[in-house]
């Protein structure tokens, strides 16, 4: 068992994420629910750097469940926070399922 029961990453430190939504905007958005919903102890939310996934952004990962999500915008992340973090049902319309393991870079994307 973890130190928490959410880990949540947000690729803040890439070339393309940062240009496809406000992925800084995000952290602060999910970091304020934790904080309201009085989860500070369970759940953290992390910024991260590139996960090799560029152009599939922005890109989010939830752990331990492993579970990837992509193109997530702003509008995605009430149903992220109160379906999967709080209530341990991943969103199945924002899973990210490249069919390829590793990097998966989309042409043109640093
Ligand atoms: S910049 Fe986010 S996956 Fe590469």
Same mark, same amino acid.
């Given at each position: =068992?973890?130190?928490?029961?959410?880990? $949540?990453?947000?690729?803040?430190?890439?070339?393309?994420?940062?240009?496809?939504?406000? $992925?800084?905007? #995000?952290?602060?958005?999910?970091?304020?629910? $934790?904080?309201?919903?009085?989860? &500070?102890?369970?759940?953290?939310? *992390?910024?991260?750097?590139? #996960?090799?996934?560029?152009?599939?952004?922005? =890109? =989010?990962?939830?752990?331990?469940? *492993?579970?990837?999500?992509?193109? $997530?915008?702003?509008?995605?992340?009430?149903?992220? #926070?109160?379906?999967?973090?709080?209530?341990?049902?991943?969103?199945?319309?924002?899973?990210?399922?490249?069919?390829?393991?590793?990097?998966? &870079? &989309? &042409?043109?994307?640093?």
């Amino acid at each position: =068992m973890g130190q928490y029961r959410v880990h $949540v990453f947000v690729c803040t430190g890439g070339d393309t994420c940062p240009t496809q939504g406000d $992925v800084e905007g #995000f952290v602060t958005h999910l970091r304020g629910e $934790v904080a309201r919903a009085g989860l &500070k102890d369970d759940v953290r939310i *992390n910024k991260a750097g590139c #996960f090799s996934q560029c152009g599939h952004g922005p =890109m =989010m990962v939830v752990y331990p469940d *492993n579970v990837w999500y992509c193109g $997530v915008q702003e509008s995605d992340l009430r149903d992220i #926070f109160e379906s999967h973090i709080v209530a341990g049902k991943p969103v199945a319309r924002l899973q990210y399922a490249p069919g390829v393991k590793g990097a998966n &870079k &989309k &042409k043109g994307a640093k």
